[in-house]
């Protein structure tokens, strides 16, 4: 193969793998934008506060069962290979994005259209909690060497152009139709396109191949060899949940937050808010691979320091300034800071967790590190509510995100302080033997 035909495949390959990804995003998104009205359709109560907790619960708890699916499904990828595992997560999550685009409300079906949302979101998490990881492993060991932190940084990507569609579809869709359209059936829209691109993603994946990582291995771990492993590298797992953390709660609060956020606390208009949302995916879609091509340059480590600190020392500042004079410019502004932080960060985090992984349990150790910090970082829409309804206190979710890059910051330094300096980029095998 020449080296152009080469460069071809590869790219093909990040397409096909990214696709799952991007519909496991979208639905998220979607869900977190209409929160609002989702939770007036389906959770009725005396209050709007009320009702938008429980829909933002609901959007939360499917993060819970984030490390379950990790587990079962994680051990399925170590186990049957990385596309058997990546098309069955597909498969999981669409039909958790039907169930949910096409139940009725409470009004037509009482407490049935609640479960059925709940149930929905469930199936959704379920397939997530190992699909994120699954595609950061598989673009890991197809990357050609040199060039891991860029090949990985696509997963991340990805999620953004789902960010940018669910927003230019919300741009659209209020731009077309008045609020009362969209409280009641317009919020469906967007779901119902979802439905619609899954058997394009169903064709695209398919023919996914096999990395050659996974098929030199000489065998291929049983479910209780990995639970084991995983159970020995526990502290490996803990350090990739601080790492997370920051992502996880960085990235939903400047994307599903926000439109929230700006509508409910700024008072700005639905319209500003996507729009702004519009520019945080486009601002997170270019960040990302520049920032995970340079961790291929500079280390993983420097970049994990170097961001955590920053959002540590400017989240809760950038947050009040923003409320003490609302405004679209104002929130742009601090969004687009925020998304710089997010994924200079995310660029050398991702790649670095694949890194620490033993190979025999990559995807699963991967998973269940990424969706137990995600089981936290999800509700952070939900967190943020309700710490500004307690304290009063407009700026609170820039105090939110600042303990979560303490968190992050601290993982960096403990893997900075037990890696040796020879080993921050790559060499997984003597980080995983360095933290033990």
């Known amino acids: 193969m020449t080296g152009s035909h080469h460069r071809e495949a590869k790219i093909k390959a990040v397409i096909r793998v990214a696709t799952g990804n991007f ?17 007036r359709i389906f959770f009725p109560k ?13 959007y939360g708890v499917g993060f819970l069962m984030r490390p379950l699916g990790a587990l079962v499904l994680g051990a399925y990828l170590d186990r049957k290979g990385r ?14 994005t039907v169930s949910i685009a096409c139940v009725p409300g409470y009004e037509r079906i009482g407490l049935l259209a609640p479960l059925l949302v709940v149930l929905g979101r469930l ?22 060497p040199g060039h891991k932190g860029f090949y990985v940084s696509w997963q991340s990507a990805s999620q953004q152009c789902a960010v940018v569609f669910a927003a230019l579809i919300g741009v659209a869709l209020s731009a077309k139709l008045s609020q009362q359209q969209m409280l009641s059936f317009g919020w469906r829209i ?40 995983i159970a020995a590298n526990w502290r490996l797992v803990l350090l990739g949940v601080m790492l997370v953390t920051m992502t996880t709660v960085s990235f939903y609060m400047i994307t599903a937050y926000t439109p929230t956020f700006g509508t409910t606390v700024l008072l700005l208009s639905d319209r500003q808010t996507l ?26 480590i420097p970049l994990l320091i170097t961001f955590t600190a920053l959002a540590l020392l400017t989240a809760y500042p950038m947050l009040l300034w923003l409320v003490s004079s609302p405004s679209f ?24 967790l694949t890194e620490l992984m033993p190979r025999e349990v990559r995807a699963s150790g991967f998973s269940l590190a990424y969706s137990t910090a995600t089981a936290l970082g999800g509700f952070t829409p939900m967190i943020c509510t309700w710490l500004i309804e307690k304290t009063g206190n407009h700026a609170i979710p820039g105090a939110w995100l600042s303990l979560a890059a303490a ?25 995983v033997e360095s933290i033990e």
Not at 23 to 39: K, P, S, W
Not at 46 to 58: D, K, N, R
Not at 83 to 96: E, F, H, I, K, Q
């Open 23 to 39: 519909l496991e995003m979208y639905d998220f998104m979607v869900f977190g934008y209409y929160a609002g009205a989702i939770g």
């Open 46 to 58: 005396g209050s709007h506060f009320a009702s938008l907790m429980l829909a933002l619960a609901t």
């Open 83 to 96: 596309r058997a595992g990546l098309m069955l997560t597909l498969g999981l999550m669409s039909v958790g």
């Open 123 to 144: 199936v959704q998490g379920f397939s997530a909690g190992v699909e994120l990881g699954g595609v950061s492993v598989y673009l890991s060991e197809i990357a050609t």
């Open 190 to 229: 967007p779901l119902l396109i979802g439905c619609g691109i899954i058997p394009f993603l169903f064709m695209i994946r398919r023919s996914l191949a096999e990395t050659e990582d996974f098929l030199s291995m000489p065998c291929h771990p049983g479910a209780r060899e990995i639970l084991d492993s």
């Open 275 to 300: 729009v702004v949302t519009l520019c945080v995916g486009l601002s997170n879609l270019f960040w990302l691979p520049v920032m995970g091509a340079f961790s291929d340059r500079a280390g993983r």
């Open 329 to 352: 410019g104002r929130l742009l502004t601090v969004e687009l800071w925020l998304s710089f932080l997010y994924a200079s960060y995310n660029g050398a985090m991702v790649v670095f």
């Open 407 to 431: 968190t992050g910051l601290t993982a960096a330094l403990i893997a900075r302080r037990r890696c040796s300096h020879s080993i921050l980029n790559i060499a997984e095998p003597a980080i």
